[in-house]
């Protein structure tokens, strides 16, 4: 273990975003690379806005991707508690001690007030920036007005000078003092400012690395200024690019999914989300593009993140789920698929779920598309109607499904291994050659028949996954519809 603490700290006031999980995977994987600890923190102070449900379903995500958290709320830790809305006596304190060493004051200008001195900066071209009219109150002043029953909320006095710090990814950045006006650590309401309390607490819980997003970056001058007052080393602080839609909008709704739940929904798998998120903005050494956790863990280098905006591509990540899919044990396949599976009314017997899943892993993008392969298993559909229909009636497929239907009768069980229905297939189409009926006038009359349809899985799956009642009963009615069309009369 090296002191390297990195955290990720959302806000419990939705479900987790992808963004916020690329925030975390940063974190998580500068903590592995760096052989430090991640640490989650609940930053739950927006009482209206936050919900334990929202809190739970982070916790649930993080744990569904990967990204366990050595401290936080769930697992506990040394520099407990991890959920900010705990923290109160912490912030309090930390409150007392800036006004003790005059780094803050009480303010007692209402809102109203504030807001017409704002406008009337405005109007003047000026910047609004609170003008300190409380910041010479004496101690005995503060104290009557107090007495007397009028609320205080309590200000950061911002020292002057330039605030510079060397961000891991953006390289120097500058903030010039006087663009920042003394800004309100407690509120009148007795809530602590988020600038406030996410100091408080990288300092507390010894926090050495902050990697967030960009739109934080301003914040960081608010920030920096604390530790300062504080007496308290500042973190690195790296600010990654925000996620973009392709059409360079923000991430939202109307271009799909855009939460983990949502995606976990879809059937994206865990290690091709993080696969994704890294390629997103970090460049590896080589031109690989696939990437296990393990392997990230191993190779994630903060330094190799671009500060370019990161644009959302779901080509890349349907790409990636792909080749995990494919990567699968079919038996595990199938357990992934089943709920999917379910939802669309199709179960499968225990023997045949493998064959299914292996028949139909080659197809898939996510694991929601398993229905609209897996149906040909299921499904009693009638070869007739169905677009290879055609394909039924040549001149030698009624030859050819009697015989199917005699050999397919000497299956030795209802279902056979891919290996047996490899053999029993071979069989058949040996037989039908030694009738003179060869090549496509066997393959595809048979697809039809035992599939109705004219594509999909590979036919010795077919045979492996459909059991033979099916496989009978389906070529039963093939052959009765090409009869009709051998002879017209019937
Ligand atoms: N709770 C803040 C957010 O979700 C944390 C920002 C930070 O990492 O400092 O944006």
Redesign the pocket.
Same mark, same amino acid.
């Given at each position: 273990m090296t002191d390297v603490r990195v +955290?990720?700290?959302?806000?419990p006031t939705g479900s987790l975003h992808i963004g916020?999980a690329r925030?975390a995977l940063y974190n998580f994987l500068y903590a592995r690379h760096n052989k430090g600890t991640m640490v989650l923190r609940i930053?739950d102070t927006d009482e209206k806005r936050s919900t334990t449900e929202h809190d739970r379903g982070i916790i649930e995500n993080l744990a569904w991707l990967g990204l366990q958290a050595d401290e936080g709320p769930d697992v506990g830790g040394p520099f407990g508690p991890y959920r900010q809305s705990e923290r109160s006596d912490i912030y309090e304190a930390a409150v007392q001690k800036l006004l003790a060493d005059g780094a803050a004051y009480p303010c007692f200008c209402p809102q109203e007030m504030l807001e017409q001195k704002n406008e009337a900066l405005l109007a003047a071209g000026k910047m609004p920036k609170y003008d300190r009219t409380c910041c010479s109150l004496t101690k005995d002043e503060v104290a009557a007005r107090l007495a007397g029953g009028e609320q205080a909320a309590i200000r950061f006095k911002v020292p002057d000078g330039d605030v510079n710090f060397a961000d891991l990814i953006h390289g120097p950045i500058t903030f010039s003092s006087d663009v920042i006006g003394d800004f309100i650590i407690k509120r009148t309401d007795g809530g602590y400012s988020?600038n406030f309390a996410?100091v408080v607490d990288?300092a507390g819980m010894e926090i050495t690395d902050?990697i +967030?997003?960009e739109?934080?970056i301003t914040?960081t001058a608010r920030q920096l200024m604390i530790f300062a007052a504080l007496g308290k080393p500042a973190p690195r602080f790296g600010h990654h690019s925000l996620i973009l839609a392709p059409d360079g909008s923000k991430l939202s709704k109307r271009h799909g999914a855009t939460s983990v739940a949502q995606f976990r929904g879809l059937g994206y798998l865990p290690a091709a989300i993080t696969n994704y998120l890294a390629l997103i903005s970090w460049h590896p050494q080589d031109e690989r593009e696939k990437f296990s956790l393990a392997e990230l863990m191993e190779e994630f280098e903060i330094e190799r993140v671009s500060k370019s905006p990161a644009i959302f591509d779901l080509q890349k990540l349907n790409w990636l789920n792909g080749l995990y899919i494919r990567e699968m044990a079919p038996k595990d396949l199938f357990v992934a698929v089943a709920p999917y599976l379910a939802d669309s009314g199709m179960a499968f017997a225990p023997v045949q779920q493998e064959v299914v899943a292996e028949a139909i892993q080659a197809n898939l993008v996510t694991l929601s598309d398993a229905p609209q392969y897996a149906e040909v298993f299921h499904v009693d559909a009638d070869p007739a109607t169905c677009s290879g229909a055609p394909d039924l009636t040549g001149p030698q497929s009624s030859q050819l499904f009697e015989l199917a239907i005699e050999h397919f009768k000497q299956m030795p069980a209802e279902f056979l291994p891919v290996p047996e229905a490899r053999e029993v297939l071979r069989g058949l189409v040996e037989a039908a050659k030694e009738k003179g009926v060869k090549g496509k006038a066997v393959y595809h009359p048979l697809r039809v028949a035992l599939s109705a349809r004219g594509e999909g899985p590979e036919l010795f799956y077919l045979v492996a996954g459909l059991g033979k009642t099916k496989i009978l009963k389906r070529l039963e009615s093939a052959a009765a519809y090409a009869a009709r069309f051998a002879d017209p009369t019937l």
């Open positions: +955290r990720f700290a959302p806000s916020s925030t930053e988020y996410v990288d902050v +967030r997003g739109d934080h914040n």
